[in-house]
């Protein structure tokens, strides 16, 4: 009778152990960057202000699955000799591809919109820090950083969309680490990240990165957009349409990164069971609703729930 107890004590332990080593197999972790900055470009991407028309810079990732995003990383440039105390607001906003979310066809005011953000962002992932949706922290990563080419006023309409950029700037570069106090549910597709930085007395321009082609970032890597409100609902190539130097024109990534987990039992948003079935599937995999909330970075099983609503609206 010891000998088969033992057996069943044994038993248990190695069922326990390979049902852990089962269920963290299952949970991936995701991760994307487009590595470090490469010094050919600061494009701007502000927030509205004084005087100071809002711009935006965007660039592109993609997911296989469902994914809970809660946190992300920018590199940018402060120009103005501002502090970095001067930083005072970061919001972020994802958009589909055109043309989801976009009058279809477009005004005809830029060269053209294939392969472009929509018209306008995803509502439910809009994240700001002056909302508290988004924490924010900031690194000094050199205090002397010199882009060959920038974009900064020249965003116009066609014929005058070519200024070949407004040169080189130098600045100090940061790292921006960003926490969503609220993170992000998005489904698999293919969407635009587009990062704003409100600076006092500054701006930000957001760094390029290598844009490799052979082979690409991953399948479909598209080049970075930008617009202010002025040329808005419409966005231009960075690259191509406005500086237009080389031949083939230049394409430029934006130095980024996301992080967060992905959920590959989750419901289809617009399905009458989406929701149902992506808490059941949370639980399944962390454990417990609770431990879903805990381990994804939500701040209560409210706000999770909510989350899951909103992705399944979409």
């Known amino acids: 009778m010891k000998e088969f107890k033992k057996f069943l004590r044994s038993l248990t332990a190695t069922v326990l152990v390979g049902g852990f080593l089962a269920t963290s197999a299952w949970a991936d972790g995701f991760s994307f960057s487009t590595g470090t900055p490469d010094g050919r470009l600061g494009a701007l991407s502000r927030r509205a202000s004084d005087g100071k028309l809002e711009t935006e810079t965007a660039d592109d990732f993609i997911l296989q699955e469902t994914t809970v995003i809660n946190q992300a990383t920018i590199n940018g440039l402060i120009l103005g000799g501002a502090p970095l105390a001067n930083i005072t607001q970061v919001e972020v906003e994802l958009y589909h591809v055109f ?90 597709g293919h969407y635009f990240f587009r990062p704003e ?14 844009r490799p082609t052979a082979p690409p970032l991953f399948v479909g890597d598209l080049q970075a957009w930008i617009r202010n409100s002025s040329l808005a609902p419409d966005w231009s190539r960075i690259g191509t349409d406005i500086i237009n130097n080389t031949v083939p024109p230049p394409t430029f990534n934006m130095t980024f990164s996301l992080a967060g987990e ?51 609206a979409q």
């Open 197 to 210: 930085v409100l600076v006092t007395g500054g701006d930000f321009l957001f760094l390029s990165a290598p």
């Open 99 to 188: 043309p989801l979310d976009s009058v279809n066809p477009p005004s005809g005011n830029v060269l053209s919109r294939v392969n472009s953000p929509a018209d306008v962002e995803i509502d439910s992932a809009t994240r700001d820090s002056s909302l508290e949706t988004l924490n924010f922290s900031i690194t000094s990563v050199n205090g002397s950083f010199t882009v060959a080419n920038s974009v900064i006023d020249g965003i116009n309409q066609k014929p005058n969309q070519t200024t070949f950029g407004e040169g080189p700037r130098t600045g100090q570069q940061v790292e921006i680490r960003i926490d969503f106090t609220r993170p992000i549910i998005l489904p698999a």
């Open 262 to 312: 992905t959920i590959p039992e989750a419901g289809t948003p617009g399905e009458p069971n989406c929701h149902g079935q992506t808490v059941s599937a949370l639980a399944h995999q962390f454990g417990s609703i609770s431990d879903a909330s805990a381990a994804l970075k939500f701040t209560s099983v409210k706000v999770l729930q909510k989350e899951v609503r909103a992705f399944c």
